[in-house]
């Protein structure tokens, strides 16, 4: 069965340091990832996207991610957190084959000043 | 480039009337749009998927006779809601995509700023 986790549910860092945010799937096949963010009551902004392209792909706002299909993880990472950055995060996943679009449970960032 | 837009931002309405919610692609044709449901502190729910000019696909245990969804154009998508009732209040979020499925490229979803619709 094809599925995703985003291991945690809330993440907390201080403005400027580092943020690390994981993605999981499980999939026989190969996926399409993206990672959105969504600020409160508002739609879903694109950050990034690996469409079987290079593994490390960069995003908006300094945001990037790297596929590892060894790991099947798309961990979103970014090296100085900015407090705009504070929102809710979604990794989504499409399994090719199926063209079905899971999404993540979803992580809250909190960036501390 | 890929803007989707939806009106209206928030409604409210009485229980037993039906709201419209429009979903449009500014600067691309939609060959498919989506629309999730989203309750507080959750992930979206896939409701239903359409393509223009034909009927939409349901998702498992959404009704299509209270989520109606027409998809006229490759610019616009509408979601009514019909005999609203305070449960169906929710934030609603459509999406768009252009291309057949498979293409490079196409696989990307460009999403709408949602409709909170709170029903009294």
């Known amino acids: 069965a094809q599925s995703v986790t985003q291991l945690d549910s809330h993440v907390s860092v201080s403005e400027g340091t580092p943020v690390l945010l994981r993605c999981n799937y499980s999939s026989s096949y190969s996926p399409s990832l993206f990672w959105y963010v969504q600020h409160p009551n508002k739609g879903l902004q694109l950050l990034l996207k690996?469409?079987?392209?290079?593994?490390l792909v960069k995003g908006i706002n300094g945001f990037e991610a790297e596929f590892k299909k060894s790991e099947t993880s798309f961990h979103l990472t970014k090296p100085s957190a900015h407090m705009s950055d504070a929102a809710e995060y979604f990794c989504?996943?499409?399994?090719?084959?199926?063209?079905?679009?899971?999404f993540g449970t979803g992580t809250k960032l909190q960036v501390i000043p | 480039g890929a803007v989707v837009s939806q009106h209206p931002s928030r409604v409210i309405c009485k229980s037993g009337t039906s709201v419209k919610i429009e979903c449009r692609s500014l600067d691309f044709q939609a060959t498919t749009m989506f629309w999730y449901r989203q309750f507080p502190k959750q992930s979206l729910m896939l409701m239903a998927t359409?393509?223009?000019?034909?009927?939409?696909?349901?998702e498992q245990g959404v009704e299509k006779d209270k989520f109606l969804i027409n998809h006229a154009s490759l610019t616009l998508s509408t979601l009514t809601v019909t005999s609203a009732h305070p449960e169906d209040s929710s934030f609603y979020i459509c999406?768009?995509?252009?291309?057949?499925?498979?293409?490079?490229?196409?696989?990307?979803?460009?999403f709408g700023p949602g409709t909170r619709l709170t029903v009294l």
């Open positions: 690996y469409t079987s392209a290079a593994t």
């Open positions: 999406s768009a995509k252009w291309g057949t499925s498979g293409g490079a490229g196409t696989d990307t979803q460009y």
């Open positions: 989504v996943v499409i399994f090719k084959g199926y063209q079905k679009v899971t």
């Open positions: 359409s393509n223009e000019g034909s009927k939409a696909t349901y």
